[in-house]
């Protein structure tokens, strides 16, 4: 995930002697964080409806293909839970990066 590592560069830049290129590039970070972060919780209510659908038919059909299809359903939102609980944390501590940059402005 490269918008990951592009926060965490964002993080560990140091403070230029004139913020105001860095306050820019924070608020634009965040706010394409943002739209990323609302774009995982869209799939995995994705996910989680499609779950939903293959137990339903579990139990009404024969369906064996349905366990490996929930295998990976499972699968997929636990990673889906984990880049979003990562990109939030992330975009938390690059959110108290620009409030503490506009303080000292």
Do not use: C, K
Request: hydrophobic share 45%; aromatic share 2%; proline share 2%.
């Amino acid at each position: 995930m490269t918008f990951v590592h592009e926060i965490r560069e964002l993080l560990a830049a140091p403070t230029p002697a004139d913020a105001q290129l860095l306050l820019e590039r924070l608020d634009e970070t965040l706010t394409t964080g943002y739209a990323n972060a609302l774009q995982l919780e869209a799939e995995r209510w994705r996910i989680e409806r499609r779950i939903g659908e293959v137990a339903a038919t579990v139990g009404a059909q024969n369906g064996d293909g349905h366990v490996d299809e929930l295998a990976a359903l499972a699968s997929s939102l636990r990673d889906a839970n984990s880049e979003i609980a990562t990109l939030r944390a992330l975009l938390a501590s690059l959110r108290d990066r620009r409030r503490a940059l506009r303080a000292a402005a």
